[in-house]
């Protein structure tokens, strides 16, 4: 009984007891793929960031180790991503220069605060909380991420020193520097970019039709972004590149991740209080989202509460080991599923190989040009703009395209840490408006059966002297008020009804608040001459209304069925 309690807060101890020479097999060749794919893209969200490229292969190394031991998902790959790093580069940016000393360990701090965060919310079991994220509104707020994303990387693209961290600044200073476009950096860059956009698309079915075999053509596509790396960087060290303005990433600490400490001055704690809170829910919500999709696909369960430990434990081990900000990532976890990652031992051996890289390889990227790692990103960063986000919303609601639409142009007119709060706020505000109005349906008699429909989509039969309501939701402090308007706006137009039925079968709660409105509602049909009946209330609402005295002053009856309601109040036999 504690060994499987154990195993439920260190869930390696439930599928380590299994692991075999089959598993092993599957999650090494899962993790050499990923590693090869994880080198550009690491050093590239570190360029996004605004850190040192050796940050990203710090921040890829502890924490995916620390997450196979905490974390619930077998294919998972964490470790840096575009949109935690571009809020990574925001948050930071505003309370230190990039290139500092004071910028790197404020990022440091910022995943050490963030780890806490989400270790915190998955000890007080909290992962509930990112359900008030909607789903259209996170879309909008990544479609909006991956525009400024790959907008910002233009400026490796051309070779300007371009600035800025909203899409009108940006595109401003583009504009500006437009006469100092190095065309070598251009021509390199945008090779890169086209290259990477036809690995995706093209280069399997290229490799297909020479006779390779499906299989290794799909693992020797995952590579593809490798061979740009490699291509470009013979290119600038072969042609001296680098001395015709073409930047480079320059000299990489050849060496395991070092051993940092966080900053604990209360005034960049403060500074970085909300920045971080925002980049553990979205990158708990971007995280949880990949993990159950993938599990879904082989019938296996994700805790999301044990996600957020095993996610800050990750945050917590890039603190410690010289990193920022990490969370699971879509792309690099898709190809770890495909590539047959059994376990998540796989991103524990693809933390050895970044290692094996960080401590051997890292000389040989010298002369890499940024201008491939800008194209990595973009090119990655480009698949998670969707703005058909908008056109379904507003097909469907128009409520929810209001929020979509206004948090991507929060987002790219205002910066990625307006946007992501707007896109909180509108979530939560939307929820109440929806359920502060629910819909509240006057419903009647299905002729020759014992069922009660809407009247206005349905022909049923109705009484004179009595008016049935259907509420279709839970009544608390947010729509008590509703509907006593409701039912008072109605009945002031019919001086005939003696009876008023609410049918509660829809009703799943009701709160004091709520309460003390149906019994405010009570005490004025009683002065009205107007009995109050409740029919069909589920047994946990009824149980909490007996522990009131509300049923006791009630001035009509509940009753078990609606039906019941109906023959009673007209008089009829219930057979």
């Known amino acids: 009984m504690k060994s499987s309690r154990l195993s439920r807060f260190v869930p390696i101890l439930a599928w380590g007891r299994s692991y075999d020479r089959q598993l092993l097999s599957a999650d090494l060749l899962a993790a050499l793929i990923v590693t090869i794919m994880l080198i550009p893209q690491s050093l590239a969200y570190a360029l996004l960031a605004g850190l040192p490229p050796e940050m990203g292969l710090y921040a890829s190394i502890l924490p995916i180790v620390l997450y196979a031991i905490f974390g619930t998902s077998r294919a998972l790959a964490v470790g840096p991503v575009a ?37 915190l919310m998955g000890v007080f079991r909290l992962g509930f909380l990112a359900n008030f994220l909607s789903h259209p509104v996170i879309a909008g707020f990544i479609t909006a991420s991956g525009v400024l994303i790959a907008t910002s990387q233009l400026k490796h693209l051309l070779g300007v020193a371009a600035h800025g961290h909203t899409l009108p600044e940006m595109l401003q200073s583009l504009v500006a520097h437009l006469d100092e476009v190095n065309w070598l950096t251009f021509v390199l860059g945008g090779a890169a970019t086209l290259f990477l956009f036809w690995v995706r698309k093209g280069m399997k079915p290229f490799l297909m039709r020479l006779g390779v075999g499906a299989a290794l053509a799909g693992n020797l596509t995952k ?62 919500v971007e995280s949880i989202s990949v993990a159950q999709t993938l599990a879904a696909k082989k019938r296996q369960r994700i805790d999301p509460d044990q996600e957020l430990i095993g996610l800050g434990a990750a945050n917590l081990g890039a603190t410690f080991t010289g990193g920022f900000p990490v969370t699971g990532g879509f792309s690099r976890s898709v190809v770890n599923f495909d590539a047959g990652a059994e376990t998540p031992a796989a991103g524990a051996f693809t933390a050895i190989g970044l290692a094996i890289a960080a401590l051997f390889l890292t000389p040989l990227i010298f002369f890499l040009p940024k201008a491939t790692l800008a194209a990595t990103i973009i090119v990655a960063v480009l698949s998670l703009v969707d703005f058909s986000i908008l056109k379904s919303a507003w097909s ?78 839970s009544l608390y402090f947010a729509n008590a008020r509703f509907l006593e308007d409701y039912l008072f706006a109605r009945l002031v137009k019919d001086d005939s009804i003696r009876d008023v039925v609410i049918n509660g079968i829809a009703i799943n709660e009701i709160d004091f608040s709520a309460l003390e409105s149906l019994e405010a509602i009570n005490t004025r049909l009683k002065d009205m001459d107007i009995r109050l009946h409740l029919s069909e209330m589920k047994g946990p609402v009824t149980d909490r209304l007996k522990r009131s005295h509300f049923l006791d002053d009630l001035t009509g009856q509940l009753f078990l069925t609606h039906y019941q309601a109906h023959c009673h109040l007209r008089n009829l036999p219930t057979s």
């Not at 930071?92 to 500092?100: D, F, I, P």
């Not at 060496?255 to 970085?272: A, E, Q, Y």
């Open 396 to 473: 469907y609601s128009k409520a929810d395209f209001t929020a979509v639409a206004a948090t991507i142009l929060l987002t790219l007119g205002m910066g990625v840490e307006v946007g992501v709060s707007a896109g909180v706020i509108l979530s939560i505000a939307l929820f109440l408006y929806k359920t502060s109005r629910p819909h509240i349906a006057e419903i009647g008699l299905v002729k020759d059966t014992e069922h009660f429909r809407n009247i206005l989509r349905h022909d049923v039969e109705t009484h004179p002297h009595f008016l049935a309501i259907r509420i279709d939701g």
């Open 223 to 284: 590579a593809g972004p490798v061979l740009a790396v490699v291509v470009t960087t013979a290119l600038v060290a072969g042609l001296g590149l680098q001395a015709h303005g073409v930047k480079i990433v320059g000299e990489v600490p050849q060496s395991l991740p070092p051993f940092t400490l966080p900053s604990l001055n209360i005034t960049l704690l403060g500074d970085l209080l909300a920045p971080a809170i925002l980049i553990s829910v979205i990158g708990f």
């Open 83 to 119: 949109v935690v790093s571009l809020m990574t580069a925001a948050a930071v940016g505003q309370v230190a220069e990039a290139g500092t000393a004071g910028y790197a360990i404020a990022a440091i701090t910022l995943a050490g605060m963030s780890g806490a965060i989400l270790v």
